[in-house]
């Protein structure tokens, strides 16, 4: 079956870290471009970052830029979210996402979803 699992999630200090992490079954990541959405209550989701290694590229949504690192291990069928410097508007669920080869910025392009771990960062 294939299948996204988030992971790493948490309550963590305004300027603190936390790094995600979303493990893949069923097919080879390396093959999709992965990335990152997130939800906020009551608002709409949007994209954080996504990574396509086939056509080479990444993108950050310009709220992240600087902030948020997305990488893979291909070993182990994961990528990774690593997020520095939170602030309190990061809180959200943050889904981790696979498409065909391309990033896409509109989340109906993408094939397959995890669940959702949940960030808060509050003093």
């Known amino acids: 079956q294939v299948r996204l699992v988030e992971s790493g999630g948490g309550l963590v200090q305004p300027g603190g870290s936390l790094r995600l992490s979303c493990s893949a079954s069923?097919?080879?990541?390396?093959?999709?471009?992965v990335g990152w959405f997130r939800q906020a209550p009551g608002r709409e989701r949007e994209g954080v970052s996504c990574?396509?290694?086939?056509?080479?590229?990444?993108f950050y949504s310009d709220a992240m830029k600087g902030r948020f690192t997305i990488s893979r291990d291909s070993a182990v069928n994961t990528v990774y979210l690593q997020m520095n410097s939170l602030k309190p508007e990061d809180s959200a669920i943050y889904y981790c996402?696979?498409?065909?080869?391309?990033?896409?910025?509109?989340?109906?392009?993408?094939?397959?979803w995890g669940q959702g771990t949940a960030v808060t960062v509050s003093s």
């Open positions: 069923g097919f080879t990541l390396g093959n999709y471009a």
């Open positions: 996402v696979a498409a065909g080869k391309s990033c896409y910025y509109n989340q109906d392009e993408y094939d397959y």
């Open positions: 990574s396509s290694v086939s056509v080479g590229t990444i």
